[in-house]
Nanobody, 125 residues
Framework: VQLQASGGGVVQAGGFLRLSCSAS????????VGWFRQAPGKDREFVATISRGSGKPLYADDVKGRFTISRENAKNTWFLQMSSLKPEDTAVYYC???????????????????WGQGTLVTVSS
């Protein structure tokens, strides 16, 4: 599977961005999908995930209420709408698919596969 994240850029604090991730080589509807981010000098961390069936979202505490994950299965694409951005949101954002048949903590990046190249989000103060 090949994933391509896009939509990053430079935005002022309080602003918004919409990230997209497109998948080729797989039918997206059969996967739960997610977003992670990695700030300079820090480990990659969970941001959000959305289930494959009901589309139930789950968010990291520090983005809850500001970010919204959604999916458009017909276009094999999912999104991360980010608002009220803070400088601490600055990071490279990655999209990934939950490994099929694997159970565990969906906030753990070892549950995921097909990591895309990532897209850089920079929030200036």
């Amino acid at each position: 599977v090949q994933l391509q994240a896009s939509g990053g850029g430079v935005v002022q604090a309080g602003g918004f961005l919409r990230l997209s991730c497109s998948a080729s080589g797989r039918t997206l509807s059969t996967y739960a999908v997610g977003w992670f981010r990695q700030a300079p000098g820090k480990d990659r961390e969970f941001v959000a995930t959305i289930s494959r069936g009901s589309g139930k979202p789950l968010y990291a505490d520090d983005v809850k209420g500001r970010f919204t994950i959604s999916r458009e299965n017909a276009k094999n694409t999912w999104f991360l709408q980010m608002s009220s951005l803070k400088p601490e949101d600055t990071a490279v954002y990655y999209c990934a698919l939950v490994r099929p048949g694997v159970t565990g903590d969906v906030m753990d990046d070892r549950m995921y596969d097909g990591w895309g190249q990532g897209t850089l989000v920079t929030v200036s103060s």
